[in-house]
T-cell receptor, first 118, second 116 residues
């Protein structure tokens, strides 16, 4: 169990550029999540995948954001035409995918990608 | 509206004493609660969790208490150590209308400082 990994750890870009982040979940974890954290706030849910299917997107995820999880393994999060308001820590998490009332499905987080938009 | 609230932005305790971090929630559909610890420039690390069918869960120096009627949970760390200094996040999720629980809702965090 090597944990969730994310690349790059830091990204500095100019406003208007496109950026792409990668997340590699814990192997055998079916679910993968993206969260965003800004200064002084807790992580906020963006989207999640059950295997390769993207099952929900938060209203925080504007049309400039797109996430994929081809083959149900790693995931990418792309932000097009970045804005200064996109500056944040982007966190990826994964879980086994246990479902149902009374079951627990702990999410394990990666180290995050810190995005700075100049 | 904030469904998970951590009303104390910071807490300072002496090494060896007990640290008590508090969390309140408003959504009665939440049935699973977690505490995460976060160091600067790192992702949150899972600490301990509790299901709504229990009122206490213990793991070493960490104990989480859940009071469902008050919609309140707390994390006790005893004895506190300087290495425990970090931001602690309370998180919750619950079964959504589709019958699956997945989305975590986080509080804003409490910065714990344990002084030697």
């Amino acid at each position: 169990d090597t944990g969730v990994s994310q690349n790059p750890r830091h990204k500095i870009t100019k406003r208007g550029q496109n950026v792409t982040f990668r997340c590699d979940p814990i192997s055998e974890h079916n679910r993968l999540y993206w969260y965003r954290q800004t200064l002084g706030q807790g992580p906020e849910f963006l989207t999640y995948f059950q295997n390769e299917a993207q099952l929900e997107k938060s209203r925080l995820l504007s049309d400039r954001f797109s996430a994929e999880r081809p083959k149900g393994s790693f995931s990418t999060l792309e932000i097009q035409r970045t804005e200064q308001g996109d500056s944040a820590m982007y966190l990826c998490a994964s879980s086994r995918g246990l479902a149902g009332v009374g079951t627990t499905d702990t999410q394990y987080f990666g180290p995050g990608t810190r995005l700075t938009v100049l | 509206d904030q469904q998970v609230k951590q009303n104390s932005p910071s807490l300072s305790v002496q090494e060896g004493r007990i640290s008590i971090l508090n969390c309140d929630y408003t959504n009665s559909m939440f049935d699973y609660f977690l505490w995460y610890k976060k160091y600067p420039a790192e992702g949150p690390t899972f600490l301990i969790s509790i299901s709504s069918i229990k009122d206490k869960n213990e793991d070493g120096r960490f104990t989480v208490f859940l009071n469902k009627s008050a919609k309140h949970l707390s994390l006790h760390i005893v004895p506190s150590q300087p290495g425990d200094s970090a931001v602690y996040f309370c998180a919750a999720n619950g079964v959504n209308s589709g019958g699956s629980n997945y989305k975590l809702t986080f509080g804003k965090g409490t910065l714990l400082t344990v002084n030697p």
